[in-house]
């Protein structure tokens, strides 16, 4: 048993040295693979230093140009909002006189519409008084002198007739003279 025991602990040891021999050969194949890896990336980090410092300054120049801008900006929006608040009183100044001129111009149509009127009404009224005198003092004595001149012109045709007249003539007459 003692053997057997022997026998296994010697297999045992061979086979650990065996697998330490094989992991110390792994390792170092891993410390080849890292220090050509080490090798690969410091090739990539002397290639990628002098981009990250050409970005890093071109950060700083387009952040200083963004300042720079963002100024300029903030200016020219200061201008356009003074100016915008200029026009902007500028135009509720001129509301305000359009609105008075309207009104004065309203109050001015309204009075020339009232003398309008008021003439209008003394013309009428002119017009009318004219017509009743013409019709009172003109046309008045004109139609009496007719109505006498038919008269006197039928008086005499009954005086100066010799035979009568109709009937219908007589009151066809009568009904002009009437």
Do not use: W
Request: charged residues 20%; glycine residues 4%; hydrophobic residues 45%.
């Amino acid at each position: 048993m003692q053997q057997e025991n022997f026998l296994f602990n010697l297999t045992f040891a061979v086979l650990a040295l065996v697998a330490l021999g094989a992991i110390l050969v792994f390792l170092r194949r891993i410390a080849e693979a890292l220090k050509e890896l080490r090798g690969t990336v410091d090739g990539l980090r002397q290639q990628i230093e002098p981009v990250i410092h050409e970005a890093h300054q071109l950060t700083q120049e387009t952040r200083a140009g963004l300042s720079t801008v963002l100024k300029q900006t903030q200016a020219t929006v200061a201008m356009v909002s003074a100016t915008t608040d200029e026009i902007i009183q500028m135009a509720h100044d001129q509301a305000t006189e359009l609105r008075a001129l309207a009104q004065d111009a309203v109050l001015a149509a309204r009075n020339q519409v009232e003398r309008f009127d008021d003439l209008l009404t003394r013309t009428t009224t002119r017009v009318d008084q004219t017509t009743a005198i013409m019709q009172r003092e003109v046309l008045q004595p004109i139609h009496e002198l007719h109505c006498l001149v038919v008269g006197l012109r039928r008086g005499l045709q009954v005086l100066l007739a010799r035979r009568r007249s109709s009937v219908d003539q007589v009151y066809q007459d009568e009904e002009l003279f009437i």
